[in-house]
């Protein structure tokens, strides 16, 4: 039964999607233009040199559209299942989160869980299909390979956590939808998903150094393509798992806290 109601959680999201054909065709369409644009602004901008920012063109572009194809882990329309945080907090109906056998921190994460396995679907077969038509460059060896993907699952924890904050605010502030704009933009911004972090002024990457940001995407790309060496990664590896452990503690708090905010009226 438990495993029963798990699936259904975790496929919330992801029906939304599925039984809707057009949104699938549109999103496909989205991410082909996508991925088409970018590698071109980067073969563009790398026509006059071989190498800037210690990165070849080939480096860029590869980093560009992985960028791009990983924006697909955490870009579902959740509002079409009228099941998010900031809708049943509008609605009043966030009490049932707490009437359900499962406790609500689990069925987020659940939710949470089924997004990013459909996010990941779409992904990988973006990456097949690049990789095939040699858009993008394949890993440099299987460590790099296996490195870059224990730093992207430790990298969308991170994101995880922090998505959840966000939502969390809610409970304090009924809506979240300008902080929700806000951290869109912070975090494609810090994390390199408009450009790589190593192109901006010193005093930038310092600043994102101490923010989660960085640790979503940035650090698995760049170890991917080569820009962080496998002689660094476990440190990287290292501020990635620190930084799961500081915002789940936080997370859990807040849960605990928010709890005590939710009133049911009536029978």
Same mark, same amino acid.
């Not at 190498?51 to 210690?54: C, E, L």
């Given at each position: 039964m438990a495993a029963l109601h798990a699936w259904?959680?975790?496929?919330?999201?992801?029906?939304?999607?599925?039984l809707a054909p057009p949104r699938i065709t549109a999103a496909l369409l989205r991410l082909t233009v996508q991925i088409v644009l970018v590698a071109s602004l980067w073969r563009g901008l790398y026509s006059q040199t071989g190498?800037?920012?210690?990165l070849t063109r080939d480096q860029a572009v590869t980093y560009a559209v992985l960028a791009v194809l990983a924006s697909r882990l955490r870009e579902l329309d959740?509002?079409?299942g009228r099941d998010t945080v900031l809708q049943h907090m509008h609605f009043g109906t966030i009490?049932?989160?707490?009437? @359900?056998?499962l406790p609500p +921190?689990?069925?987020?994460?659940l939710r949470a869980f089924g997004e990013q396995l459909y996010g990941l679907a779409w992904a990988l077969t973006g990456y097949v299909v690049c990789l095939a038509a040699g858009v993008v460059e394949p890993p440099r060896s299987a460590a790099v390979a296996g490195v870059?993907?224990?730093?992207?699952?430790l990298g969308q924890l991170v994101l995880y956590y922090v998505m959840l904050l966000i939502d969390q605010l809610c409970f304090w502030t009924l809506r979240n939808g300008a902080a929700m704009l806000i951290l869109i933009f912070a975090q494609n911004l810090l994390s390199g998903v408009y450009?790589?972090?190593?192109?901006?002024?010193?005093?930038?990457?310092?600043?994102? @150094?101490?923010?989660?940001? +960085?640790?979503?995407?940035?650090?698995?790309l760049s170890i991917y393509v080569g820009r962080i060496p496998l002689s660094d990664a476990g440190a990287q590896l290292a501020l990635q798992a620190a930084w799961v452990?500081?915002?789940s503690l936080f997370t859990r708090f807040l849960w605990r806290r928010a709890a005590r905010r939710v009133v049911s009226q009536g029978g």
């Open positions: 259904r959680a975790a496929r919330v999201t992801p029906l939304g999607e599925l190498t800037t920012a210690g959740q509002y079409a009490i049932y989160w707490y009437l @359900r056998p +921190q689990r069925y987020y994460a870059f993907v224990l730093s992207m699952l450009a790589p972090l190593w192109f901006f002024p010193d005093w930038f990457i310092t600043m994102s @150094r101490f923010l989660p940001f +960085q640790a979503t995407l940035s650090v698995p452990a500081v915002l």
